[in-house]
């Protein structure tokens, strides 16, 4: 048996899957004709790209089981948890709003909860839910979401909690059904997992390890994406640098990418997340070449000192990514970067906390998805001592922001008085009567214009900026 055989789920395990599709859509038809109303289901999303994505899969499943769906609570005949641990902050929303369930399930007994994703990955927080939120009726984990249809049919019969984890490294499952959020960018998920087990990050014991999904399967699901309308596509994996090495016949993210490239009708490609060890001179080179390929980079660093990196498990220094900087600035002079940060790792001081801020003051990136550092279970990290305190790292973390939000707003005036290709995703959040959209470089664009321009590419001429985004109007 092949090592990939051993990770990707026979056909015959989601045909059954399928069969109970059926079944429960056999059942919720009927309900159907008896009470005149449809079922409705509530997912919510924490967490990551990736968690969108499987999210996705489950509102695919949901939908050919017959529900539609709601951002009500009291209407929903089912709420599903997809969940990231991460962080803390994010376990203990989860906790919060699935405790808030518990007087409504009293009144409407015959609603479901499920709770899936990452944080059902950890052996305590399962414990947990099955001891203290009994009114939970499904719980399943990352490597069992393909099995969503089998926990559902027999959370309809049974009145305990149905628990479906595997505590294993994962696997490829194709062929999901999937309900996609928008109909202008989609998500593609290229590969699952991680190996890098940096020292303060869960994700590679819940996620498992790496393995990419077929080069031939993801270009199909691409040119199918195509001729659906879609024209931005974001290829997403915990780290795609390390794409292909283990298929059957390995190549690697840059190969991928020069086929993505060459799709007929693909307007923009994006992929996340990149690490810095791992990003080549190939890469840099094919997006520099890649007409498609959106000028834009998000490569976090994490910690600009070296004692601290090393700590982490980074394995690389704050003179290699700055010269990974150099080169993608090369190649793309305009290019648009971000990074992620953690501020006050266990051991970090003020001296090393400032060689962060060196960077971002050396870089002046685009923007910046900023952390705090939160010890999780089971990490290397997770008993190491601190040499500041909560108070000082707080202070840190608001430096940073503050020093971020002026490079963002400096980055953002240089676009005053240009033209640049927006791609409309639809009318905007806080004005209907303007529309959204993004730049290659992955700026959000408000400006004045006709609905029939959403999923097209408009030249918009930039009049105002601020922090977060601009403002402009059609040219010409
Ligand atoms: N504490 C704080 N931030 C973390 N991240 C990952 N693990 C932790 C942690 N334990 C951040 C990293 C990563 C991003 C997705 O989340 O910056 O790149
Ligand atoms: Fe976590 Fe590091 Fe893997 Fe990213 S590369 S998912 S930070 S272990």
Known sequence: MSKREKIEIPVEAIKE?????????????????RSGRHKSAMVVTYGCQQNENDTEHLKGMLKEMGYLFTEEKEEADLILYNTCCVRENAELKVFGNVGALKHLKTKKPHMLIGICGCMMQQEHIVKQIKSKYKHVDMVFGTHTLYKFPEVLEKAMDEAYTVIDILDNDGYIVEDLPI????????????????????????????????RSRKPDIIIEEIRQLVSEGYKEITLLGQNVNSY????????????????????????????????????????????GEGENICEQLHLPFQ?????????????????????????????MPDIALTSDIIVGFPGETNED????????RQVEFDSLFTFIYSPRKGTPAENLDDVLTKEEKQANFQRLLELQN????????AYLGKTVEVLVEGTSKNNSEMLTGRTRT???????????????????????????????????
């Open 442 to 476: 992955g700026k959000i664009v408000n400006f004045a214009g006709d609905q029939a321009m959403i999923g097209e590419l408009i030249n918009v001429e930039i009049s105002d900026v601020q922090t977060w985004s601009m403002v402009g109007s059609v040219h010409g």
């Open 303 to 331: 910690a600009g000192s070296n004692n601290v990196l090393k700590a982490m498990n980074r394995k690389y220094t704050k003179e290699r990514y700055l010269e990974l900087i150099r080169k993608a600035r090369e190649a």
């Open 353 to 360: 906390f400032e060689q962060t801020l060196d960077i971002v």
């Open 244 to 287: 292909g090495k283990d298929l059957d016949t390995p190549m690697d993210f840059a190969d991928l990418m020069e086929q993505v490239n060459a799709v007929q009708g693909v307007k923009r490609i994006r992929f996340m997340t990149s690490h810095p060890k791992d990003i080549s001179d190939k890469l840099i080179n094919v997006m």
């Open 406 to 413: 002026e490079i963002s707003l400096k980055k953002n005036k």
């Open 17 to 33: 899957q399928q069969e109970i599709i059926s079944r429960v859509r056999q059942r919720n038809d009927l309900d159907l004709q």
């Open 179 to 210: 309900h996609r959020e928008g109909r202008v960018k989609a998500w593609v998920s290229i590969m699952y997992g991680c190996n890098n087990f940096c020292s303060y990050c869960i994700v590679p014991y819940v996620r498992g390890r790496e």
